[in-house]
């Protein structure tokens, strides 16, 4: 009998480990953690805001900032638009990060999920592999396994 509790536990092993994470191992300063692997979806956020009822920063105050061709603040515009300010098809939810939410919003969504926000410290190590140099610019989720110039980020983009 433990023999076969013990064959079940062995063959559920993958089953057990979160391969949605990657551990950042640390150095002298940053302590290594967990961090996902990629962006938090608009698909993910919107089950959160289904089940909690949850408005974001840009809800309550009712704008949000879009860009054309600088930022400047809109009336109505949230997370479920883009970043000119267009709404976001649904349908394109699953395959897009979510963005436009403060911290206050992926602070919310991250303990709904049993998680947690990292450091910016932390996200910037991380987002540099652990290379130490200040010259390397993240090259974001955007490309979909494709190269991509090096470029700063114009929207923030969370990982938890």
Request: proline residues 4%; hydrophobic residues 40%.
């Amino acid at each position: 009998m433990m023999t076969l509790i013990l064959l079940f536990i062995i063959l559920q092993m993958p089953a057990l480990i979160d391969t949605s994470m990657v551990w950042v191992e640390g150095n002298g300063e940053i302590q290594s953690f967990y961090m996902d692997k990629y962006e938090v979806t608009m698909a993910e956020f919107q089950r959160f805001v289904a089940a909690t009822g949850y408005k974001t920063s840009s809800e309550i105050l009712d704008s949000g900032k879009v860009y054309n061709p600088y930022y400047r603040k809109v009336k109505g515009v949230n997370w479920r638009h883009d970043h000119r300010g267009n709404k976001i098809a649904s349908d394109r939810y699953a395959v897009l990060p979510v963005t436009r939410i403060s911290l206050r919003d992926a602070q919310a969504y991250a303990k709904w999920v049993g998680k947690r926000v990292p450091t910016k410290q932390e996200w910037l190590y991380a987002a540099r592999g652990g290379i130490k140099s200040k010259s390397y610019r993240y090259l974001g989720g955007i490309g979909h396994g494709k190269p991509t110039k090096p470029r700063r980020m114009c929207q923030k983009v969370w990982y938890l």
